[in-house]
Each structure stands twice: as C-alpha cells, then as structure tokens.
C-alpha cells in the first residue's frame, strides 16, 4: 500500500531538490532520484499522471522552458503543502480541517454573499485578504 502523506511530502521534496539541482547543473541526480524514489508510486494509477508531468519537467535542461514549470510555482507547493496536511491529519483520525478554518470559510462565503447584494447598491465585493489586514 503506498502512502499518501509520503507521496506529498516527497512531491513537495522533489519541487525543491528541482529547483536546486537547475541552479547547480545537477538534473541528471535529480532525475536519478525522482527514479528511485517515486518508483513505487508508479504502480498506483491516481498517481501515475503527476509522475509523468513531472518526468517531463525533468526531461529539461531549463525546466523554466518546461509546459509543466508550473510544478516548480509557490502557488502549486502551497496546494501540495495544503494536500499533505489533509492527508496527515486524515491518518491521524482528524478532521481535515481545523474549526477556525472551518469558520473562516463560512465566513467569507457569507460576506461574500452579502457582498453580493450590497454591490448592487455601490459597495466594494469581500475580500478575506483585506478583511485579514484590518
């Protein structure tokens, strides 16, 4: 049985470990690595797709150059990091999501509703990011 967390966690590792080996020319222990280690995923079929996109990001000299650079964004780390914690909570038998951020999308969700109505009427559309700063 392959471990979920694991998966994340070497994804996020392999994102990192890439963007070293570019800036110091060594893809082909990246590659090397990315072989070994992530192997035993290649047997499970869910995981089978972000194997591939991330073979051909290595398959670069420049991953920048890459159709699949996005791999190597803060954006994408950020959802692989989001992936990892649920999945560490979920084998730990906890809710994948903590009450406070349980509310505080329930929260925007409703502001933004509210927003919604109150536009109409000139108000500026919710923001959680300026409601945060404030």
Partial sequence: MVNKGLFYFLFLFIIQFIQSAVSIGMLTEALEFAQTKLAPFGKVQKYVEKLE???ALLAYNEPEKSP???LLSWEYRQ????SLNRAILANSNLPSYSAVERL???????RQCL???S???????????????S
């Fill in 68 to 70: 699949m650079f996005h």
């Fill in 53 to 55: 996109d991330f073979m």
């Fill in 104 to 110: 505080i999308q329930q929260t925007t969700v409703v």
């Fill in 119 to 133: 536009s109409k009427e000139g108000h500026p559309p919710f923001s959680l990011k300026d409601f945060m700063k």
């Fill in 115 to 117: 927003s919604q109505e």
């Fill in 79 to 82: 959802q692989v990091s989001d």
